[in-house]
């Protein structure tokens, strides 16, 4: 007997390979999205001293000003 709403094609076949890939990057979406977000984090602070020499410099104190 089937299920009242149930459709008799979805509860019979199994989802293609291409299905679960797309399910399986579905949920790992929170995961990676953290990663990205963590190592753009870790880069800009890497990057700080190196952006602080450039820009603070005194050949370039004239353009503060401007």
Known sequence: MMRRGASPQLGTREPSTHRWAE??????LPQLRDKHRD???????AS???????????????????
């Open 23 to 28: 399910v399986e990057d579905f949920v790992d």
């Open 39 to 45: 190592l753009k984090r870790d880069a800009a602070i």
């Open 48 to 66: 700080l001293p190196a952006f602080a020499a450039v820009w603070d410099n005194p050949d370039d104190e004239v353009c503060d000003v401007l």
